[in-house]
């Protein structure tokens, strides 16, 4: 209505074009552009530019204040206008008053005003992003609690009305590369970055969405790609770019370009199609299509679970920063590194007790590192055992707002917790109790501990628990870690399987090593696509001072892929009871003639993972 009224009032005046002028940004990019997005309302292409008479008057008189702290009123008074304030209508007011400064700065002598109008994109732009490229930390944000199926698209309409960057909405994946409910956005300026800071805890459907500042250094971290591959994929505008997930190792594009059909081609074809791969080649399963609109990727996404041989496809949308991730995961992760970094020994066991010589920290930010556990328990710290810190992982590696801590006696354990039960870090009040060395030992295991009392690790159930832990309850041995739950697998075995073993030794990586835990070797894990599981060699130079080891011999290590995820210990032990290993020949192996030996009686070992 008001749209088609100025029209008309224009069409009296003789016509032409018309800009409208505000009182700021705010009531524009704020309140129009975000409810008009909620309700599914297109505004006209005027809505879309306007002049903001506080920047202008800003530029006329820049030593008055701050663009942001001008009002109205204030902007009147630093030009001496009288105007009539007793207006029964506020709004009336306030208009007649910005229309006597404006003609008040159109008869100063600067041509500069009013010329170059602010600008609200109609439509987010994708596209790629660089790790050489330099990104403004005043331009950026994270969003946290996004719906897991969330696109690109659905976090440019959250922030409708604020210019976000071209490929500026960077999707965070996690472990399993899902995305987690997080996004980085970066913005054209940090005017932008500003008001989208405001919009914390606005909704998105029913879900209240957190905003907070971030650094451009994570932004490109995220978003950021080297590959040129990558490049010349995302190098094509305006497409929509959908995942497909759960292919056969063997499929092509051709057999991709059939799946998909002809009613939602792919553009370009087969150089519409990108595959996922490991350093070496392999195929992942992974492959990313692009479509020239969304009318083809809406069709496209009607295959979602569609069968392709004997698998079912995923289809999601995706962004280019979720290309850049998925690559640059492979890409430097491969799928059984070997750590280079040197690894030395330090002979540091866990004793076992059941004496309350530890301290449990509970609902630490998910953020706190070993520095500030040792801040946070100030004149504590001192009575801590070397390498005493254990901090608690989740299955995927992220803390989990535990960590444990080895104090030299049961009184220093005490006086701690005491002294700083429920103090604040970060703004989050931390539990201190004490426990024993067997307590800590269980949860690190995989195990809980609550009120209730204490329960095992996962690798304790019958169906689950492979012979390295059969002797966990008699002997619980920890390897101290300053990350914890971060268990060289290569350490753990040998010392289960040769009861006669001493302690196994704790190996501690580099500074500048990333390592790589194998979790499902230990806990029952729902499973995930795809798979970016990796596990923890320790190098042969590391392991010449500790006891002879069957990992240690060429080709004692063979590697089980497609294993059902049902399949228990017996049922992997079951597939080699035919088999058995020559006395001399390590590398080969014969089926059995003479009466049968079961792999643990057999004189080498198998270790499946």
Known sequence: QFSQLVLGDVALLGGGPYMLCTDGQQLLRQVLHPEASRKNLVLPDTFFSFYDLRREFHVQHPSARLARDLTVATMAQELGLETDATEDDFGVWEVKTMVAVILHLLEGPNDQLFSKPEVIKQKYETGPCSKAEVVDSETVVR?????????????????????????????????????????????????????????????????????????????????????????????????????????????GPADVLDFLGPECPVTGGADGLLFVRHPDGRPTGDAFALFACEELAQAALRRHKGMLGKRYIELFRSTAAEVQQVLNRYASSPLLPTLTAPLLPIPFPMVAGTGRDCVRLRGLPYTATI???????????????????????????????????????????????????????????????????????????????????????????????????????????????????????????????VPAAPTPIAYYPGPATQLYMNYTAYYPSPPVSPTTVGYLTTPPAALASAPTSVLSQPGALVRMQGVPYTAGMKDLLSVFQAYQLAPDDYTSLMPVGDPPRTVLQAPKEWVCL
């Open 371 to 497: 520095e500030d556990i040792l801040s946070f328990l100030g004149e504590a710290a001192a009575d801590i055992r070397p390498h005493g810190v254990h901090m608690v992982l989740n299955q995927q590696g992220r803390p989990s707002g535990d960590a444990f801590i080895q104090m030299t006696s049961a009184e220093r354990a005490l006086a701690a917790s005491q002294r700083c039960h429920k103090k604040v870090m970060k703004e989050r009040y931390v539990e201190v109790v004490p426990c024993s060395t067997e307590e800590m030992s269980r949860v690190l295991m995989g195990g809980t501990l609550g009120r209730s009392g204490m329960s095992p690790p996962p690798c304790k159930l019958p169906c689950l628990s492979p012979p390295a832990y059969a002797t966990f309850q008699a002997t619980p041995t920890l390897i101290p870690t300053e990350t914890a739950a971060l268990y060289p697998s290569s350490a753990l075995l040998p010392a289960a399987r």
């Open 143 to 251: 969003a946290r609690g996004l719906p897991w199926q969330s696109s690109d698209q659905d976090v440019a309409r959250f922030f409708k009305g604020l210019n976000i960057a071209r490929g500026g909405v960077a999707l965070c994946l996690n472990a399993q590369g899902r995305r987690n409910g997080e996004a980085l956005i970066r913005f054209v300026d940090s005017e932008q970055r500003d008001l989208a800071l405001q919009r914390h805890k606005h909704h998105m459907g029913v879900r209240y969405i957190e905003v907070y500042k971030a650094t451009g250094e994570e932004f490109v971290k995220i978003a950021g790609g080297t590959s040129l591959e990558v490049a010349r994929f995302l190098s094509r505008e305006d497409q929509v770019i959908l995942r497909l997930r759960g292919l056969p190792f063997s499929a």
